[in-house]
T-cell receptor, first 111, second 114 residues
């Protein structure tokens, strides 16, 4: 079976740094994605890791450890507009981009 | 940036009725997908489509569901006889190829079955 775990909710303050963790146990693995989703909207791509290590993109960084089945998304210099759900998704190795999503972490950024 | 467009944004239907959700993927993309998200739950894969045929489908995608690419631009999801539990946000997505890192998602169709 496929199991992807994330915390349900997190809160942080504007300007702070927050780390959202994701652990996964899946029958196949061909990369891990992080998506941002505002309420009632489509998921938008944030980052992709397929090899171990850290990928940095502006205020957002994502880390992957395949041996531990673990990833995190790091958001720096938080802004109010970062209040959203953050979805961890594993790409299966079926070859057709099937993504298995976690339940998402709802982040609330307060002033 | 090019977008995946979906219509309608909201659809209300009676249980047992047929619905067709429409999507226009990005024009040079070759792989198309439908996902759904029941309120408060996770995004779930329904089906992937390539070269005018289904390449993979989930357990959710039973005989009541079908997909079609009727012309060179549209990609549709049909639910033949809707059930209450089909109420969800349905997202269409596309990608140019499997080596592409990301899926491009449409803004979704909120389906409400009464």
């Amino acid at each position: 079976g496929q199991n992807i775990d994330q915390p349900t909710e997190m809160t942080a303050t504007e300007g702070a740094i927050v780390q959202i963790n994701c652990t996964y146990q899946t029958s196949g693995f061909n990369g891990l994605f992080w998506y941002q989703q505002h309420a009632g909207e489509a998921p938008t791509f944030l980052s992709y890791n397929v090899l171990d290590g850290l990928e940095e993109k502006g205020r957002f960084s994502s880390f992957l450890s395949r041996s531990k089945g673990y990833s995190y998304l790091l958001l720096k210099e938080l802004q109010m507009k970062d209040s959203a759900s953050y979805l961890c998704a594993v790409r299966m190795n079926t070859g057709f981009q099937k993504l298995v999503f976690g339940t998402g972490t709802r982040l609330l950024v307060s002033p | 940036e090019p977008e995946v467009t979906q219509t309608p944004s909201h659809q209300v239907t009676q249980m047992g009725q047929e619905v067709i959700l429409r999507c226009v993927p990005i024009s040079n993309h070759l792989y198309f997908y439908w996902y759904r998200q029941i309120l408060g739950q996770k995004v779930e894969f329904l089906v992937s489509f390539y070269n005018n045929e289904i390449s993979e489908k989930s357990e959710i995608f039973d005989d009541q569901f079908s997909v079609e690419r009727p012309d060179g631009s549209n990609f549709t999801l049909k639910i033949r006889s809707t059930k209450l539990e089909d109420s969800a946000m349905y997202f269409c997505a596309s990608s140019p190829g499997t080596s592409e890192k990301k899926l491009f998602f449409g803004s979704g169709t909120q389906l409400s079955v009464l």
